[in-house]
């Protein structure tokens, strides 16, 4: 059999890019057969000369035939290349030449792309910023880069260029880049990070300060996915992607290559691509694909990590037993040795001590008859551990560069000796001896120093133990930091696969966009290329999903959702995979309660117990079936499948535990149930697992009933309980049965009742109403129970309507409209006179009032309207007729909006009528905390359109998708932010950061709340500003651009006319014409 050829690699840093270059490295490895052995040390530039000689002879014991290295000293470099190992440097070096050694080039040729690139793009004059390299102790300082920048720009004199150096750690650089920054006059035209996280960190760095301006490039280097993706969203303009993946596979190949004792080039080219945003989304899609492979070697890759620790820390608590147990010291000495023989694999162990007087080491061991003593004069591997204060690991003595042969061992090639400590002070060593080399890790040694130290402070035990958990923590939170890179790689990732998705699913609708029928062939491969992304789609999501969970990031946006169509849509969207040889059934009631949920996650919680069921089902049925079990919807799906072995049972919701079926393959990477799990936990409810092997499994799910107050709820254990039916008649059937089912009472409450005595006679457990013949009376009742806290903390039972052809369900109305249109037209059809209160308008411009009156109109035809021109004059209304909603200005003479909605929140038959704020007043953060009640949204004058305001007001009406008060008070502080900073740049992450939540959740309840997005209201109120300055100043339109945060007139001119029509300077005259005619 042919010798395999045996590789090193040492790759001293983990960012983005080496990773993916560690992974072409590894992947390339694999294809040759070759043997990748890791060198585990960072920064061998730090090392003195002695620890050199270490390396070199570690190195040199791996019998490798090539080496892969990242950053090495000049000196090691030689001699390693004087004992015949090539040497493939994977950074730039222009120190060594030796005809066995071979290193990169190129990135002179990529950064000269991008300065090319960057002098096109300004017509050759500018000034250009350059951040990064020239700093800390990497191979690459960017000396290349640098040099490339500045040979363009001598050809080019009206180009400037300043250079900021910095480390390439973002974390560590960001200070010394703040600082450099604050010294900076003028703006840049562009900014050049020497790195991709280095371009980002600038920009924001500089946006902040009015040193860049917003239509500054930002440009950088390696292609990383954040920066393609701040390419796709407009925030940088080009990066230079230096493939890191084939990168890594050049170097292998190029080491195999001198492996096989063919000659190596000096140097090799560095592939490259200019990104922009032209080319972004296709780049995006291939890093996609390539970092897709990273999971399986992410996810689990310090397992062997935590095996070396646990099996330190169980050595450990063997000695300690022993030291606790074993008096005598040679048989303490005699154990002890035993037990760190058997546990690291070495032919001898034995211990010295130091004498008294500190000039000797006392062999003090049971195998021989005799000690031996050693003058620490002598030079050699004992005098240099007690010296140094360190262990010292020699992989060959027959071959060291440090230590002669040990004429008292002469047949030891492995050794490592590791100083017994108490209190700091060496007093002895433990000596560990084998007649094989043997490699070892830093971590191997830190073991063994952590063993050689409990020998001379037993008193130290439990710190060692707590060290030992520490460490197994510390590599948890790499796995941890792992899952969290590849979620962010996911999530901005996601986009351009999704467009892809989009394309093919357009190119295989029947009438495609090229007008023209595809070949059967074209048609297969866009199916295959559809489905494959799809499936990666699934992975990605559920990959990010887990991700989020395992670090408590996974969001829920509930609605309340009429359980019986839901469940009816999932189950006839999953019904099509069914084959002839299993049947799938729907089993539910005629009705079911509505329930507050998820409803994208609750999909996916049933399409992935759906999924597993069909997946282990080949006959028989599959069922998903769903009842009232008080206080939970029991919803559970069936299957006659292979069922679970009881072994698997229990770990069945862990992460990546999958099913092996008799012959059946393994399928998945068993995440569908860990995900499920954790989603059921956040709706508040329970997940359990009925299987027997061979006759199939049932997954059954609890998901709590709402309550009106909003809150989870708990059926009480103690006496007899009753059901209070909200019903003009006899209550339905269904609430008949659920009665009878939970033996229960049934009592009829109506709306003349006297809760407390209602309270107190019946003892409620639970809520039920049926809306299918709701009128006045009840909504009047519904007011006062979500008024009185006995009753709106009990379980909720909405039933809507029956289905019926020709029927508007009030629950599909109320609680999960699909659009505007459709919401408009279905509250035109539910809000009769009959049930129907009126609109109150409060607000004392009377040209404001008749607008608000108009709309309200329209909107709300079956509402009457009530206006009132001040405050007193809206709580004279309120004391007189409860309202369905209340428009309402704040600033207002003598009585003002803030004391009119403190009187309604104080006010039982008014605390929960809906409010929206409609006012030109400038929010502060005090105002936020006054403003803070249920269901009270905050609208800025002259920001939305008619048509807006409409479907705000329609949404506060029905409360259909309201936020509770501590989530609509984060929306209503960045509203009272951009009110205080407008005259600025304010970026979302800058808002997010003062409110403290993730942009993503932020724009998410911005636009649930307020109907547009964060960005637009920026954009709309800084206008209406504008306008507001036009009209009243007689300052410049560059003047008002600065004062409302446009840096540059031009971008403001273009924002102007994109919400008001025509220019700043046409606006003026409009205004001044009008004024003239009036």
Not at 683 to 703: A, C, K, V
Request: with cysteine.
């Amino acid at each position: 059999m042919a010798k395999q050829c045996r590789i090193g690699l040492q790759i001293g840093s983990s960012d983005d890019f080496w990773v993916q270059v560690g992974e072409g490295i590894y992947t390339r490895a694999d294809e040759v057969g070759a043997v990748l052995v890791p060198i585990d040390i960072e920064h061998p530039i730090l090392l003195v000369a002695d620890q050199q000689l270490g390396l070199i002879d570690s190195i040199l014991a791996l019998e490798l035939d090539a080496l892969v290295a990242w950053d090495l000293p000049p000196n090691v470099a030689y001699m390693l290349l004087d004992h015949g190992l090539p040497i493939v440097h994977i950074n730039e070096t222009t120190h060594i030449q030796h005809r066995l050694f071979c290193s990169e080039t190129g990135l002179y040729n990529c950064s000269r792309t991008l300065t090319e690139y960057l002098l096109n793009e300004l017509s050759g004059r500018g000034r250009l910023l350059i951040v990064g390299g020239m700093r800390g102790l990497a191979a690459d300082d960017g000396r290349s880069k640098l040099a490339a920048v500045y040979d363009l720009l001598h050809e080019h004199p009206d180009f400037k260029a300043q250079h900021i150096p910095c480390v390439w750690n973002v974390k560590e650089a960001a200070e010394d880049i703040a600082q450099a920054m604050a010294t900076l006059t003028g703006t840049f035209d562009a900014v050049y990070g020497l790195s991709d996280p280095l371009a980002l960190l600038a920009r924001r760095i500089g946006r902040s300060i009015g040193l860049l301006r917003e239509d500054s490039l930002v440009v950088g280097v390696n292609g990383d996915p954040l920066a393609l993706s701040a390419i796709l969203d407009g925030h940088m303009a080009a990066t230079i992607d230096t493939l890191p993946t084939i990168y890594g596979k050049m170097a292998v190949d190029l080491a195999f290559q001198a492996a096989q004792g063919q000659p190596l080039p000096p140097h090799f080219v560095r592939k490259s691509q200019l990104v922009t945003r032209d080319n972004a989304a296709q780049v995006a899609v291939d890093k996609l694909m390539s970092i897709a492979r990273l999971p399986a070697r992410l996810i689990g890759v310090n397992r062997e990590r935590e095996q070396q620790q646990m099996m330190q820390l169980e050595t450990s608590l063997q000695i300690n037993q022993q030291i606790s147990h074993i008096l005598d010291p040679q048989h303490l000495a005699h154990s002890i040795a035993d037990t760190i023989r058997t546990t690291y694999g070495y032919d001898r162990v034995q211990l010295f001590m130091l004498s008294d007087d500190g000039t000797q080491l006392i062999l003090d061991r049971p195998y021989v008859p005799v000690f031996i003593r050693i003058p620490l004069t002598e030079v050699s591997i004992l005098s240099c551990a007690v010296q140094e204060n360190t262990a010292v690991f020699v992989p060959d003595m027959a071959h060291s560069h440090r230590f002669e042969p040990d004429p008292y061992w002469p047949s030891t090639r492995s050794r490592v000796v590791v100083p017994i400590r108490l209190g700091g002070s060496v007093t002895g060593l433990l000596d560990l001896h084998s007649q094989s080399i043997k490699h070892h890790s830093e971590q191997d040694l830190n073991g063994l120093r952590s063993l050689a130290d409990q020998l001379g402070i037993a008193i130290h035990n439990a710190d060692l133990y707590s060290e030992a958990m520490r460490a197994k923590a510390a590599a948890e939170k790499a796995d941890q930091l792992k899952t969290r890179l590849l979620a962010n790689v996911s999530h901005d990732l996601r986009t351009p696969l999704n467009v892809i998705l989009g394309y093919t699913q357009a190119a295989l609708a029947p009438t495609n966009p090229y007008g023209a029928a595809l070949p059967p062939a074209h048609i297969a491969d866009l199916q295959r290329i559809y489905q494959s992304g799809e499936h990666l789609v699934r992975l990605i999501n559920d990959l990010l999903d887990l991700s989020r969970a395992e670090i408590d990031e996974l969001d829920l946006f509930p609605e309340v959702i009429d359980s019986h169509p839901f469940l009816t849509n999932v189950f006839e969207g999953m019904q099509s995979m069914a084959s002839a040889q299993v049947e799938w059934r729907l089993w539910l009631p005629n009705r079911l309660p509505a329930i507050q949920a998820d409803p994208v996650r609750l999909r996916q919680i049933l399409f992935n117990l759906l999924s597993n069921a069909h997946k282990f089902t080949t006959t028989g049925t599959v069922v998903l079936g769903a009842d009232v079990l008080l206080p939970y919807l029991h919803i559970w799906v069936q299957d006659t499948g292979s069922g679970i072995p009881v072994e698997v049972q229990e770990r069945i919701f862990e992460p990546f535990v999958t099913v092996e079926s008799g012959d059946k393959r393994r399928e998945g990477v068993g995440l569908g149930l860990a995900i499920t799990r954790h989603l059921v936990a956040l709706h508040g409810g329970d997940i359990s697992l009925e299987s027997t092997p061979g006759l199939g499994s049932t997954f059954h799910i609890y998901l709590p009933l709402p309550s009106l107050a909003g809150e989870q709820v708990e059926l009480s254990n103690s006496g007899k309980k009753s059901l209070l039916v909200i019903v003009k008649e006899s209550p339905p059937q269904e609430i008949v049965y659920l009665g009878q089912a939970q033996g229960w009472e049934l009592h009829m409450l109506r709306h003349e009742d006297d809760l407390e005595k209602v309270i107190t006679r019946t003892r409620p457990a639970a809520l039920a109403w049926d809306v299918s013949n709701a009128g006045s009376d009840d909504w009047r009742l519904i007011q006062r129970i979500r008024s009185y806290a006995p009753l709106c903390r009990l379980p909720f039972i909405v039933y809507g309507y029956q289905k019926a052809e020709n029927t508007v369900s009030m629950t599909n109305v109320l609680l999960k409209p699909l659009s505007e249109t459709a919401l408009f037209d279905a509250l035109r059809a539910l809000h009769t006179e009959e049930n129907a209160g009126c609109i109150l308008i409060v607000d004392d411009d009377p040209q404001a009032r008749d607008v608000y009156q108009r709309i309200v109109s329209s909107a709300l035809p079956s509402h009457a309207v009530r206006l009132a021109a001040d405050g007193a004059e809206a709580i004279r209304i309120l004391q007189q007729d409860t309202p369905s909603l209340v428009l309402l200005d704040l600033m207002m003479p003598t009585v003002d909006g803030f004391e009119v909605l403190t009187y309604m929140r104080q006010t039982p038959q008014t605390r929960l009528v809906p409010v929206v704020v409609i006012s030109g007043k400038m929010l502060t953060f005090e105002d936020v905390k006054r403003l803070n009640y249920t269901h009270v949204t905050v609208q800025t004058k002259g920001i939305l359109t008619p048509a807006e305001i409409e479907a705000s007001l329609l949404q506060a009406l029905t409360g259909a998708t309201s936020l509770n008060p501590g989530t609509s008070e984060l929306v209503k502080s960045a509203v009272a932010y951009i009110h205080q900073n407008f005259d600025r740049s304010v970026s979302r992450t800058e808002i997010c950061e003062v409110i403290g939540v993730s942009k993503n959740y932020l724009s998410h309840i911005f636009r649930q709340e307020l109907g547009i997005t964060l960005g637009e209201y920026i954009n709309r109120y800084r206008i209406e500003i504008a306008k507001s300055l036009l009209d009243t100043t007689s300052n410049s339109v560059t003047f008002i651009a600065n004062q409302v945060g446009f840096d540059d007139p031009a971008h403001f001119s273009r924002v102007f006319s994109k919400y008001a029509g025509c220019s700043p300077r046409g606006y003026r005259k409009q205004l001044s014409g009008r004024s003239e005619s009036e």
